[in-house]
């Protein structure tokens, strides 16, 4: 089938990674990557697409309702994956109107321009099944408990549970029917959106997906974030401000790892339905630093653990949610999805991108990339 999709927020992280799936295992597809290109979006994530047929860059912000309407006529889309958005928990804390901005009123915007093109055609365009795929975060659901500090045997596997470290901090997991209980202004800005989302099933009809997925971690994300900034602070020798004691724990998953559920649930997922995504991979903040200096000193040929010293605990994060993980066996039962990559070796893979990639870093904490635009495109 020929389809006609906009994923937005393509040119960040995640959306890169699922933007780059699609083009390349689906040529008959047209593929439109939506991006404002803030200082999150950056051209250079999708450099080996250029040029290709069946993908397009188009620079919009999905706050403009007329631009995205237009654009959606103009292309015949029949779906829409939907990643753009502020993603940062601590700007969310120092700028939360941002937040309720792109991720509240960009969704809205884009829901109602769906709305007007698809609900007139019986929420197809010609033969094909539209689909409102928005893509959440396990964070709207709040935070966990941490009732086995320690840890014990985590009582589900997947292969990106890690070989030398399967714990489980808590016995209670987020499931797809908990109670959203958000605590950032990052978090609630996305649990609002996801009930505009399946508001707009209920009482429109809209045929709506929502997944909730956990940490991501790979190449091509943004070094405010954990696990790429301490990558390169580790490189230069520069403090890592791990904060509070680095006892919170977050469950990790491989953004390739992502990026082929949301392929599977894009297209066998039920209308309406929510889908948890993550690996059974739980881990304290401090062990995967501790993780991150062995491997970075490992390949830079510096004695393992040389670095330690760099860890640095400081002010902890306001509201800082203790515990997340995620139960994902719905996605793995019903669409026999399974993530594919053990955490450590997507570690070292990570660690070696980051190390290769000098330049990407150097342009993105510079500033520079944000010239790309201009470079491939031309000034608008
Ligand atoms: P990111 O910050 O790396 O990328 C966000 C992208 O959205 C950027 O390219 C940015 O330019 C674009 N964007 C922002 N505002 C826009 C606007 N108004 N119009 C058009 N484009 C705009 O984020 P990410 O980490 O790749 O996250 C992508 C999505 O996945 C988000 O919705 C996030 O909530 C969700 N998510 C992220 C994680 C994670 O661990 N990173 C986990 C679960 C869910
Ligand atoms: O759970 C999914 C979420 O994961 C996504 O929805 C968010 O978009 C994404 O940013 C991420 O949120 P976190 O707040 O968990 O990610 P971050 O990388 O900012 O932080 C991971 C953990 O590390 C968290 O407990 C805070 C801690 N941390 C983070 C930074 C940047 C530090 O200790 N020091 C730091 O400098």
Redesign the pocket.
């Known amino acids: 089938m020929k389809r006609s999709i906009i994923i937005t927020g393509g040119a960040g992280f995640i959306g890169s990674h699922v933007v780059r799936l699609f083009v390349n295992k689906y040529p008959e597809y047209r593929i439109i990557c939506l991006d404002a290109l803030t200082y999150a979006g950056n051209l250079a994530n999708l450099k080996d697409l250029e040029g290709k047929p069946n993908y397009k860059f188009v620079k919009m912000d999905i706050c403009d309702f007329d631009q995205v309407y237009k654009l959606m006529k103009d292309e015949a889309v029949d779906g829409i994956i939907h990643l753009a958005?502020e993603?940062?928990?601590?700007r969310s804390i120092k700028d939360p109107f941002t937040f309720a901005k792109t991720n509240v009123l960009g969704t809205l915007s884009l829901l109602q321009a769906a709305k007007a093109c698809w609900e007139p055609g019986g929420w197809k365009v010609g033969d094909v099944p539209c689909r409102f795929y928005h893509i959440s975060?396990?964070?709207v659901y709040g935070a966990l408990e941490m009732t086995c500090p320690e840890g014990v045997e985590a009582p589900f596997t997947t292969k990106a549970s890690s070989g030398s470290h399967h714990l489980a901090y808590g016995r209670d997991f987020f499931t797809e029917d908990m109670k959203y209980q958000p605590h950032?202004p990052?978090?609630a800005a996305?649990a609002s959106s996801d009930h505009f989302v399946r508001a707009f099933h209920d009482t429109y009809g809209m045929p709506t997906i929502v997944t909730n997925?956990?940490?991501?971690y790979g190449p091509y994300q943004f070094p405010?974030?954990?696990?790429p900034?301490?990558i390169n602070n580790i490189r230069h020798r520069k403090p890592?401000?791990?904060?509070?004691r680095?006892e919170?724990v977050?469950?990790w998953l491989y953004v390739e790892d992502h990026a082929r559920a949301i392929d599977v649930i894009f297209h066998k997922g039920k209308v309406a339905e929510t889908y948890n995504i993550g690996g059974f991979n739980e881990w304290k903040?401090i062990d995967v630093i501790k993780l991150l200096i062995n491997t970075v000193d490992r390949l830079l040929g510096r004695p393992e653990g040389a670095d330690m010293d760099l860890i640095s605990f400081?002010t902890d994060?306001a509201g800082?949610?203790l515990r997340?993980a995620i139960d994902s066996r719905k996605l793995q039962r019903e669409l026999g999805w399974e993530p594919s990559l053990q955490f450590e070796e997507g570690i070292e893979k990570t660690v070696r991108w980051y190390l290769d990639n000098q330049e990407w870093m150097d342009n993105v904490t510079s500033g520079d990339y944000q010239k790309y635009y201009e470079q491939m495109y031309g000034r608008r």
Do not use: M, Q, W
């Open positions: 958005a993603s940062h928990v601590d975060t396990d964070e950032s990052y978090s996305k997925c956990s940490n991501n405010e974030k954990l696990i900034l301490f890592l401000p791990v904060y509070g680095g919170n977050r469950d903040n400081v994060r800082h949610d997340y």
